[in-house]
């Protein structure tokens, strides 16, 4: 009987995907942001809405649904209509706040129909021009004679920031604390005003306020340099080996939503991401395009919360 179901629903599917592809979208796209404005997911995600916007002919509407680092918005697109009209962008703390978190409202493999790990960006290692260091071994140093007494903005317990700094701190022996603020835009306004001394932000929201002079950069926390601040150190080459920290933003569905719908996104997402003369849009924001396809993305989660989930044990990185 079992068998006899599958065939049928696989029957269905074949027949429903000519329809599918032909009428969708036939309204707006709610693209959900669990984090504030300002940080490199609402940075990644508002890029790629307003490309989409041309080539599906629907509005792609970033709604930023923040809080509980991230989990207010992910809980809302895992409960929603699995119809295509509700998505969510995210990074590591979609596989990461279940090992830093006592409780959270999804199971990111249970709960999500991976659609494409779309971008992928390193950190950068940012400090406010009051103090007085200009290298990462300068910074270590400081923060050695100081323990307890420098602190860096992150975006929320267990956000890229966090882990982040958390990392730095483990490998280099040092004390800094993390202050949390709502979202990766507030983190960084509070370096910028000199309420903290330090951020590890990301590279696509702190390179304008490099070039402007309104912070200072020591580091880049990917295993190479990046092209667009090429002068500027690994955090490995100025100091720390074996460091390395590189984000990721992808876009996910609810569980249930049909194939030919995630398979429709996914083309229409590589289309935006890969389109001719495109590609400064992303390089000039350090942002590395990657298009995955939906299996690519969900083998890629999976490494990332192995990844991830050892590496908060093991250096007992904590949400307090």
């Given at each position: 009987?079992?068998?006899?179901?599958?065939?049928?629903g696989?029957?269905?599917?074949?027949?429903?995907?000519?329809?599918?592809?032909?009428?969708?979208?036939?309204?707006p796209?709610?693209?959900v942001?669990?984090f504030?404005p300002?940080?490199?997911v609402d940075?990644?995600?508002?890029l790629?809405?307003a490309?989409?916007?041309?080539?599906?002919?629907q509005?792609?509407?970033?709604d930023?649904?923040s809080?509980?680092?991230?989990?207010?918005g992910?809980?809302h697109?895992?409960?929603?209509?699995?119809?295509?009209?509700?998505?969510?962008?995210?990074?590591?703390?979609?596989?990461?706040?279940q090992?830093?978190?006592?409780?959270?409202?999804?199971?990111?493999?249970r709960?999500f129909?991976?659609i494409?790990?779309?971008?992928?960006?390193?950190?950068?290692?940012?400090?406010?021009?009051?103090?007085?260091?200009?290298?990462?071994?300068?910074?270590?140093?400081?923060?050695?004679?100081?323990?307890?007494?420098?602190?860096?903005?992150?975006a929320?317990v267990?956000?890229?920031?966090?882990?982040?700094?958390?990392?730095f701190?483990?490998?280099?022996g040092?004390?800094?604390?993390?202050?949390?603020?709502?979202g990766?835009?507030?983190?960084?306004?509070?370096?910028?005003?000199?309420?903290?001394?330090l951020?590890?932000?990301?590279i696509?929201q702190?390179?304008?306020?490099?070039?402007?002079?309104?912070?200072?950069a020591?580091?880049?926390t990917?295993?190479?340099r990046?092209?667009?601040?090429?002068?500027?150190?690994?955090?490995?080459?100025?100091g720390?080996?074996?460091?390395?920290?590189?984000?990721?933003?992808?876009?996910?569905?609810p569980k249930?939503?049909?194939?030919?719908?995630?398979?429709?996104?996914?083309?229409?997402?590589?289309?935006v991401?890969?389109?001719?003369?495109?590609?400064?849009?992303?390089?000039?924001r350090?942002?590395?395009?990657?298009a995955?396809s939906?299996?690519?993305?969900?083998?890629?989660?999976?490494?990332?919360?192995?990844?991830w989930?050892?590496?908060?044990?093991?250096?007992g990185?904590?949400?307090e």
């Amino acid at each position: 009987m079992q068998t006899a179901r599958a065939v049928l629903g696989g029957l269905v599917l074949c027949l429903a995907t000519p329809t599918l592809a032909q009428t969708y979208p036939t309204r707006p796209i709610r693209l959900v942001s669990p984090f504030p404005p300002g940080g490199s997911v609402d940075v990644v995600g508002r890029l790629i809405a307003a490309k989409l916007v041309e080539n599906i002919g629907q509005q792609v509407i970033v709604d930023n649904r923040s809080g509980a680092s991230g989990n207010i918005g992910t809980e809302h697109v895992a409960r929603a209509a699995p119809d295509g009209y509700t998505l969510v962008i995210h990074t590591i703390p979609f596989v990461a706040n279940q090992f830093l978190l006592a409780r959270v409202p999804y199971d990111p493999a249970r709960d999500f129909a991976p659609i494409s790990h779309v971008t992928s960006s390193p950190s950068l290692v940012t400090v406010h021009p009051s103090l007085p260091v200009r290298s990462v071994k300068e910074l270590i140093a400081l923060a050695r004679a100081r323990p307890g007494q420098l602190n860096y903005s992150a975006a929320g317990v267990g956000t890229n920031p966090h882990i982040a700094g958390e990392l730095f701190n483990l490998l280099t022996g040092s004390n800094i604390v993390a202050i949390q603020f709502k979202g990766g835009g507030p983190a960084d306004m509070a370096m910028i005003a000199g309420e903290v001394e330090l951020t590890f932000g990301n590279i696509s929201q702190q390179v304008g306020h490099i070039n402007s002079g309104r912070i200072r950069a020591l580091a880049v926390t990917s295993a190479k340099r990046s092209p667009i601040l090429p002068n500027l150190p690994t955090v490995a080459e100025a100091g720390v080996p074996g460091y390395e920290f590189v984000t990721w933003h992808g876009i996910l569905a609810p569980k249930a939503t049909p194939r030919p719908v995630v398979t429709y996104l996914n083309e229409q997402l590589k289309k935006v991401l890969t389109a001719p003369g495109q590609s400064s849009l992303w390089q000039e924001r350090g942002l590395e395009v990657v298009a995955s396809s939906p299996e690519e993305f969900a083998a890629h989660l999976n490494s990332e919360q192995k990844k991830w989930g050892q590496v908060i044990k093991e250096r007992g990185i904590k949400a307090e």
